[in-house]
């Protein structure tokens, strides 16, 4: 079983600045498989990125995917208020489907 | 629009069940694989099952793999989640996600709130 671990659990930024987030897991996984989900209190998850680098519908470019094997990180270039909110790394296997999540980084306004 | 409706969510005692259901529109449902992904109270996501397009592939976390029970009905664009032997630690918001590229989820529902509790 794939554990996907995320860091910091805690990220203090202020708008403007970069944050670098990361996903390690616990074996190497396929990039296709590799997914970024953003989530604000009282929402939905919200697809960013997928299969490692590709931003999903609607998604600015300030946020960037990239990586490979065990260690991907999800960078956003220039913070704007909206993008403080958790952020989660997501591995999928699909034979059997499994799905798993890393623990989750939160990215707080400093 | 596309959309993804959960019901059947509620207060229920360990031990015993509840079945969930998610209803989809917007989109052609029986083209893709859906899951269902719960998140406990201040917690965060945990894949819970999944299945693909035709049922033909399933899959369960190893936390509720026995007592839950994943099924669709393409006709009806529905999925659900059949859940048996309920335990404090199911206590949740359980969201239904579609499937889009290889395994991201796209598309999620608002959830709807299973609570375990005696």
């Known amino acids: 079983e794939i554990v996907l671990t995320q860091s910091p659990g805690t990220l203090s930024l202020s708008p403007g600045e970069g944050a670098t987030l990361s996903c390690r897991a616990s074996?190497?996984?396929?990039?296709?498989?590799l997914d970024w989900y953003q989530q604000k209190p009282g929402q939905a998850p919200r697809l960013l990125i997928f299969?490692?680098?590709s931003r999903a519908t609607g998604i600015p470019d300030r946020f960037r995917g990239s990586g490979s094997g065990t260690d991907f990180t999800l960078t956003i270039t220039r913070l704007e208020p909206e993008d403080f909110a958790v952020y989660y790394c997501?591995?999928?296997?699909?034979?059997?489907?499994?799905?798993?999540f890393g623990q989750g980084t939160k990215l707080e306004i400093k | 629009e596309v959309q993804l409706v959960e019901s059947g969510g509620g207060l229920v005692q360990p031990g015993r069940s509840l079945r969930l259901s998610c209803a989809a529109s917007?989109?052609?449902?029986?083209?893709?694989?859906m899951h269902w992904v719960r998140q406990a109270p201040g917690k965060g996501l945990e894949w819970v099952a999944g299945l693909t397009w035709n049922s033909g592939n399933i899959g369960y976390a190893d936390s509720v793999r026995g007592r839950f029970s994943i099924t669709r009905d393409n006709a009806k664009k529905s999925l659900f989640l059949q859940m048996n032997s309920l335990r404090p630690e199911d206590t949740a918001l359980y969201y239904c996600a579609k499937q889009y590229y290889r395994g991201a989820f796209d598309i999620w529902g608002q959830g709807t709130r299973v609570t375990v509790s005696s």
């Open positions: 299969g490692t680098s």
């Open positions: 074996q190497s996984v396929l990039s296709d498989y």
């Open positions: 917007g989109f052609t449902f029986d083209d893709y694989g």
């Open positions: 997501q591995h999928y296997d699909p034979s059997p489907p499994q799905g798993t």
